[in-house]
């Protein structure tokens, strides 16, 4: 089916309003909209945008969505729901590239601030590390594994070796787990004094190891299992 003039003038109008004013003025489902045109260039995507919006619970959600969820909708075919996705990803990697370097991380807050700008919405189970300067900004993130961490998943030594490249002063690992509840672990408290000894060994500075969940954390560092610690 040809789209009709009324509906293209209607597209043309919306990239116009884009043009003049960025996002300024639009409602949720005129940009949600404005980008569905990019990927279906033949219907009246409004409707569409709306459903996505309902059934997600606004553009977080959507942005935020699983492939699987996405392309089951009717209309919603791979293109479309891969081009969602992607621009979260390629969003996501703007956003780190700009904070790299720029801005010291001075407290928890700043590393889940930078996290939730760059990995939010990541639905697997992961172990990072930030390798950081000697003004505590940020050099790098590194993904050292995915999954559940068991003592075989891990290898401090190469974990801290990695600091070299970056040439980093200390570093800051993350634990990111998907779940609501957190509780810490006797194996993570023998992980954190086995990556603190290995930086030591070579002059590198643990802040602290991390561990999030969707709505909490647990610092190390406050609970008392890195060297210096106040409790």
Same mark, same amino acid.
């Given at each position: 089916?040809?789209?009709?003039?009324?509906?293209?003038?209607?597209?043309?109008?919306?990239?116009?309003?884009?043009?003049?004013?960025?996002?300024?003025?639009?409602?949720?489902?005129?940009?949600?909209?404005?980008?569905?045109?990019?990927?279906?260039?033949?219907?009246?995507?409004?409707?569409?945008?709306?459903?996505?919006?309902?059934?997600?619970?606004?553009?977080?959600?959507?942005?935020?969505?699983?492939?699987?969820?996405?392309?089951?909708?009717?209309?919603?075919?791979?293109?479309?729901?891969?081009?969602?996705?992607?621009?979260?990803?390629?969003?996501?990697?703007?956003?780190?590239?700009?904070?790299?370097?720029?801005?010291?991380?001075?407290?928890?807050?700043?590393?889940?601030?930078?996290? *939730? $700008?760059?990995?939010?919405? =990541? &639905?697997?189970?992961?172990?990072?590390?930030? /390798? #950081?300067? @000697?003004?505590?900004?940020?050099?790098?993130?590194?993904?050292?594994?995915?999954?559940?961490?068991?003592?075989?998943?891990?290898?401090?030594?190469?974990?801290?070796?990695?600091?070299?490249?970056?040439?980093?002063?200390?570093?800051?690992?993350?634990?990111?787990?998907?779940?609501?509840?957190?509780?810490?672990?006797?194996?993570?408290?023998?992980?954190?004094? *086995? $990556?603190?000894?290995?930086? =030591? &060994?070579?002059?590198?500075?643990?802040?602290? /190891? #991390?561990? @999030?969940?969707?709505?909490?954390?647990?610092?190390?560092?406050?609970?008392?299992?890195?060297?210096?610690?106040?409790?």
């Amino acid at each position: 089916m040809t789209i009709t003039s009324s509906k293209a003038g209607h597209r043309k109008r919306l990239k116009g309003k884009y043009i003049n004013t960025s996002l300024e003025g639009f409602h949720d489902y005129e940009v949600l909209e404005l980008l569905l045109t990019f990927a279906i260039p033949r219907r009246d995507v409004k409707p569409l945008a709306k459903e996505l919006l309902g059934r997600f619970k606004g553009l977080k959600g959507v942005f935020e969505a699983k492939y699987e969820d996405l392309s089951c909708i009717p209309g919603i075919g791979d293109n479309t729901a891969i081009l969602l996705i992607l621009l979260k990803e390629i969003a996501g990697a703007y956003l780190l590239e700009q904070m790299i370097g720029r801005h010291p991380v001075r407290s928890a807050k700043d590393v889940f601030d930078f996290l *939730e $700008l760059t990995f939010k919405g =990541e &639905a697997s189970e992961k172990f990072l590390a930030l /390798y #950081l300067n @000697t003004k505590n900004e940020i050099l790098g993130v590194e993904t050292i594994h995915e999954g559940g961490i068991d003592r075989a998943s891990i290898s401090p030594k190469k974990v801290i070796e990695k600091a070299f490249k970056y040439n980093a002063r200390s570093i800051i690992f993350v634990h990111n787990t998907p779940g609501e509840k957190i509780t810490p672990k006797g194996l993570e408290k023998h992980l954190v004094k *086995e $990556l603190e000894s290995s930086a =030591e &060994a070579i002059d590198i500075i643990v802040h602290d /190891y #991390l561990i @999030t969940g969707s709505s909490s954390h647990i610092s190390a560092r406050e609970l008392g299992w890195l060297k210096g610690s106040n409790s």
